[in-house]
């Protein structure tokens, strides 16, 4: 991927003139099979671009203070210049407060109240913009989609895609509506939309008479459903049912292979310029 390969670049000049290279640290709680999946897919992708990476891993029914002090210790680490905690977190954890433990210059996730507000608001810059909402908006410009103008629907709205999808789209000038659980006639909704972006995480929600002929699809949504015929036991299904859409939307993004190779990019620039922030580095 051409982005891979600039990073990869940039961190090799930077071994070169300061030498030392960016660190990413993740924090990941419990055993859920998507979230394993999901960080090995980040090692793997720091490996790739020559990015040092570490990774906590602690028990489902681990206290809070052992999540925070594992996010104050790379927090406090100088080779690490990124700080992410593997989002759903167990329910009896306060995911804001865990959250808001991530020092704002290492948040490369973006979810610090500061960077999402920043983000929201006209004029302002995060310092890091969300890398799922941010790899869609990358997806649509590397594919030469007309945004401004346009009418885009966001399905779901949560803090991690749907509200900052809906944010970074507005930014880029479309006319945006949220489709949630309490939405009246998503999808009459949705059928009006030019671009449509799927975060619900409900599998094949999304039907082909859902979408206007000729719309553009970004599938978000990743869920694991039991397939005994596949290696794993599993495979992964995306909120658009791909075989009756892929004939209606003159783009669609597949699940898997679509948003998420994507998304782990983001994350790569994201730490890459953490680096350089903190490090000085033009």
């Known amino acids: 991927m051409e982005i891979k390969s600039k990073i990869a670049d940039e961190v090799r000049r930077m071994k070169r003139c300061l030498g030392k290279v960016p660190g990413l640290a993740v924090v990941l709680v419990g055993e859920r099979r998507e979230s394993q999946i ?20 602690l028990s ?6 052992e999540v ?3 996010v104050m210790q ?29 020092w704002l210059e290492k948040d490369v996730d973006g979810f610090h109240p500061l960077n999402m507000g920043n983000l929201a608001i006209t004029g302002r810059e995060p310092l890091f913009t969300p ?13 030469g989609v007309e945004i401004t103008g346009k009418k885009a629907v966001v399905i779901g709205r949560s803090n991690i895609v749907g509200l900052p999808t809906s944010l970074l789209l507005q930014r880029h000038h479309a006319t945006v509506t949220v489709v949630h659980a309490f939405t009246e006639n998503s999808k009459q909704v949705t059928c009006e939309a030019d671009i449509v972006v799927a975060a619900a995480g409900l599998p094949n929600l999304v ?23 596949c290696e794993d036991g599993y495979r992964l299904v995306g909120d658009v049912c791909y075989e009756e859409a892929v ?36």
């Open 207 to 229: 039907r082909g008479d859902w979408i206007k002929p000729g719309a553009v699809v970004i599938d978000i949504g990743t869920t694991p459903v039991e397939d005994p015929s």
């Open 131 to 143: 890398c799922t909402p941010k790899g869609c908006i990358e997806l649509l410009l590397r594919a």
């Open 38 to 57: 999901y960080v090995r897919n980040k090692v793997m992708a720091c490996e790739e671009v020559g990015i040092k990476s570490m990774v906590t891993e």
């Open 68 to 70: 925070h002090d594992a």
């Open 74 to 102: 790379y927090n406090k680490d100088p080779s690490i210049h990124g700080v992410l905690v593997q989002l759903p977190l167990p329910q009896h954890l306060d995911e804001a407060k865990v959250l808001d433990a991530v």
């Open 247 to 282: 004939s209606v939307a003159s783009i669609i993004t597949p699940v898997p292979g679509g948003v998420g190779p994507m998304t782990v990019a983001m994350l790569l620039l994201n730490t890459l310029d953490a680096a350089k922030r903190i490090l000085n580095f033009a």
């Open 60 to 65: 489902t029914d681990c206290a809070e203070a």
